[in-house]
């Protein structure tokens, strides 16, 4: 019997012995799905969403109003605004466990808020629609999950900080986008655009601390945040409102930087390395690459060191913009590196968790393979990979000149 | 809503357990694997209304299995479910012996990416091509790891396999 025979066999046998499941699976993964709109689907909703609530929370603290993406199919909305003169009257929402504190118009009420660090505030008069699937009005709040930043830089996100300083991502639907394919027991997608379901979602950098979704981890988490209207209207409406709620979204309690303890001492050379665990991916038109940072031994300490990629082809740099690329790494080992658990390597995300990515990467005039050589200061280490069109990947079904330029970044 | 929808309820029931056995494959624990089939069919149903209409709607939730279990983001999640969750029973374990204690133990000990693509390529028999799809990387890598999960395999195995060779799998080029 060969080993590839000998391995079907035991696959095959290790499951055929199968006990039952803890729960009844349905209405489990139905469950998830409507209590935890944000976390479990978010990859889903984030590549569906674009960016408008990061407008003012920006423009608070810059004084001037960032660029972000438009949609120019919808005609102007007849809806007048809900303007915000002020947040004195406002009610208070503490949710100590998960280290939340937000204020919220005394004309929305608190639908729901559930163990897993989730509340669901709705207008007064949409507040019987706010925990249905598509609500009609709505804001959801997630906190004490997971850092802000993902594994996988998916084209589309806009940045910025909120007025307590808090980094964070954005998303913005495009309801001209929206697949015109009618769920079973739903409305069919409406043909005018600005009748359609119009979404934002926010990942937010919430500092370090020990609080959060059970089991507690102390370390750097995130507050995520969707935004729902049922169409442009209720957007335009109600979007002041909610972007004003999620500009005063404080933690109780304060937490500590999500860069970590600068107080530690500096990481020595010796005591740490890049690893790039081979995760690589195509988000669309976008490669990248994500690893983090491995603790070699020694006492804990404070690791901040540059890294940069840079693509060659015939050992020469090739001429995209933003190569060589390069991000400043910050946190703490062991707590923020990689772990080894069972022969592979985990890695909880946190800041020194890097990605980079390349998009566009195989426009005319990038043909043939290249490598990518990712260097890091500190520890003088260079690490080399082979490039997206290289080897097998050479001719991919992916690969196409779209017309748009080529661009190397760090995620970050 | 889903309970009113036959076409998930039917997609549901047909593809739910296997989803659950590929996660137990690739976790060795049915606590995880039945969160990280909770999790594919919770997304799937999310974007029921695009995926229906695939021509293997099924592909797209182990697709989205694999990445959940491949995304060490979202796996430090699952394993805090996991931990709230946890009963005696999820440590439920195949019954082996002998050289197949050894096989299934040393599949468990390889490197996710490795064993992820044997798992799809010898429990599902999943052409590599496929695989690749799945894990979304070139069908060359896919045929790397599984090269070097097979050989980790024969060498725990130890004499038995020791001089069998692997025919057509010769590429060991790293990366993409």
């Not at chain 1, 929402?93 to 280290?99: E, G, V």
Request: charge should be positive; proline fraction near 10%; aromatic fraction near 8%.
């Amino acid at each position: 019997m060969t080993i590839e025979d000998r391995v079907r066999r035991v696959l095959t046998e290790a499951v055929a012995d199968e006990p039952p499941p803890r729960g009844a699976p349905l209405q489990a993964a139905i469950r998830r799905r409507r209590r935890r709109p944000v976390l479990v689907g978010a990859a889903a909703l984030l590549l569906v969403l674009a960016a408008v609530v990061s407008v003012v929370a920006v423009r608070d603290r810059n004084g001037t109003r960032p660029v972000t993406p438009v949609d120019t199919t919808a005609p102007p909305t007849t809806a007048p605004p809900t303007t915000v003169v002020s947040t004195a009257a406002w009610k208070t929402f503490t949710d100590a466990d998960h280290n939340l504190r937000l204020r919220y118009p005394p004309d929305w009420v608190v639908r729901r808020r559930n163990a897993e660090g989730t509340v669901t505030l709705a207008p007064r008069e949409h507040a019987g629609k706010a925990l249905a699937r598509w609500p009609s009005a709505a804001v959801t709040v997630t906190a004490g999950g997971s850092y802000y930043l993902g594994e996988a830089p998916e084209p589309g996100f806009t940045r910025g900080r909120l007025p307590g300083g808090q980094a964070y991502l954005y998303f913005q639907s495009d309801p001209a986008q929206v697949p015109q394919v009618q769920a079973p027991g739903e409305p069919p997608v409406p043909a005018n655009v600005a009748d359609r379901r119009r979404m934002g979602s926010y990942s937010i950098d919430w500092g370090r601390d020990c609080k959060g979704i059970r089991p507690y981890r102390c370390g750097p988490h995130g507050v995520h945040v969707t935004i729902y209207a049922g169409n442009t209207s209720l957007w335009d409406r109600y979007l002041p409102v909610a972007e004003a709620i999620i500009r005063s979204a404080r933690p109780v309690t304060p937490t500590r930087p999500s860069y970590g303890d600068r107080s530690l001492p500096p990481c020595r050379p010796g005591q740490w390395e890049m690893v790039w665990t081979g995760e690589h991916g195509f988000a669309g038109p976008r490669f990248f690459l994500s690893g983090g940072v491995r603790h070699l031994g020694g006492p804990r300490c404070h690791l901040r060191a540059r890294l940069s990629l840079r693509v060659e082809q015939d050992g020469r740099r090739l001429p995209v913009p933003g190569n060589p690329a390069s991000r400043v790494l910050e946190g703490d080992l062991p707590g923020d590196g990689i772990t080894e658990e069972g022969g592979s390597l985990v890695m909880r995300g946190g800041p020194l968790f890097w990605s980079f990515y390349w998009d566009e990467w195989c426009n005319k005039g990038l043909e043939g393979p290249t490598r990518l050589f990712l260097t890091s200061t500190g520890n003088g280490q260079e690490l080399r990979i082979a490039g997206p069109g290289s080897g097998p990947s050479a001719g991919s079904q992916r690969c196409q000149d779209r017309g748009r330029p080529s661009r190397l970044a760090a995620w970050q | 809503m889903a309970r009113d929808d036959p076409d998930f309820l039917e997609f549901f029931a047909a593809e739910f357990w296997p989803l659950r056995r590929v996660g137990f494959l690739l976790t060795g624990d049915w606590g995880q694997a039945e969160e990280l089939a909770q999790e594919a069919m919770a997304r799937t149903y999310a974007v029921w209304p695009r995926v229906r209409g695939y021509d293997r709607p099924a592909a797209f939730a182990r697709k989205v299995l694999v990445n959940r279990h491949r995304s060490l983001l979202r796996r430090a999640v699952v394993e805090a479910r996991h931990l709230v969750a946890s009963r005696p029973e999820d440590s439920h374990q195949p019954d082996f012996g002998g050289d197949d204690l050894v096989l299934w133990q040393a599949l468990q000990r390889l490197p996710s990416r490795q064993r992820a693509a044997i798992v799809l390529r010898y429990y599902l028999d999943l052409p590599e091509a496929e695989v690749a799809r799945v894990l979304g990387v070139p069908p060359g890598t896919v045929k790397s790891w599984t090269h070097r999960g097979l050989a980790r395999l024969r060498d725990r195995l130890g004499p038995t396999y020791a001089g069998e060779r692997l025919a057509g799998n010769t590429s060991t080029e790293a990366g993409p």
